[in-house]
């Protein structure tokens, strides 16, 4: 990891957003700690409680109303301080000690670890419909990563200085996956183990949320394809950013 920024190790921020998870969470933050603390000495860990209706929130800072799972990242990514930025979920379907094959990944030639599943550890079709939902997104955007959808990810704080997520559902992934290759980051991909899930059941997997899911899809689909909102906004950033400020009075 030298070669990320010279002799210098660089910082570490790890967040979780978390809904309902607090059978998990207060182990994902330890195994979090260690892990980090291996590392690098200047980390940090976050947990975003998403307005959780059980006991998440006597164990950590919370959203007092539930702000959907983009609402989570967009408060975590914002939180965040250091130079690298690790997330995954607070429900232990990943082992956050595995953001060392992460970690170990991130070069000068790279500004995002994205991982991917070795292999789904869930009901046949939740499997199946996640299957379809990767390779329908990933044809409808043009997208090139394995695994869209896989929330173990090691990236760059900097990569939001140039991009903005808007989405406050799940979506989320999809919305910032496609601005991220859009915008030329590079990125690297890693497997990563996916594990039962051990306490609580997802928030996702019924026919109103994927009716929902649905929508939000076309209709992200339509700002970022058809629209290019993402690239008129970027060029936008660009032509004000070099815009020059007020002269200084002459003396």
């Avoid at 109303?65 to 939180?79: C, E, H, P, V």
């Avoid at 930025?85 to 429900?91: L, P, V």
């Avoid at 170990?104 to 292999?119: E, F, H, L, Q």
Wanted: net charge positive.
């Amino acid at each position: 990891m030298a070669d990320v920024a010279g002799s210098k190790t660089p910082g570490l921020s790890v967040f979780f957003p978390a809904y309902n998870d607090s059978g998990t969470i207060a182990s994902m933050v330890i195994r979090a700690v260690q892990a980090a603390a291996a590392l690098t000495p200047d980390y940090e860990v976050i947990v975003v409680n998403d307005g959780s209706a059980d006991a998440t929130s006597e164990i950590v800072i919370h959203h007092p109303k539930n702000r959907g799972y983009g609402g989570a990242l967009q408060t975590g990514f914002r939180s965040a301080t250091k130079e690298l930025i690790f997330y995954t979920d607070g429900d232990a379907q990943y082992d956050p000690a595995e953001m060392s094959v992460l970690w170990a990944r991130m070069s000068t030639d790279a500004d995002m670890v994205n991982g991917y599943k070795i292999s789904r550890s869930d009901p046949l079709h939740r499997i199946i419909i996640g299957r379809l939902y990767h390779h329908i997104v990933s044809l409808m955007f043009g997208l090139t990563v394995r695994d869209v959808d896989c929330d173990f990810r090691l990236m760059r704080r900097r990569i939001f200085d140039r991009i903005q997520l808007h989405k406050t559902s799940g979506v989320i992934c999809l919305e910032m996956m496609k601005k991220i290759e859009d915008a030329g980051f590079r990125i690297v991909e890693v497997p990563v183990h996916h594990y039962h899930r051990a306490f609580g059941k997802s928030q996702f997997f019924n026919f109103r949320r994927i009716l929902k899911t649905g929508v939000d899809v076309w209709r992200l689909w339509f700002a970022l394809v058809i629209l290019k909102q993402h690239r008129r906004e970027a060029s936008r950033r660009t032509v004000q950013s070099d815009v020059p400020g007020p002269s200084s009075p002459r003396t």
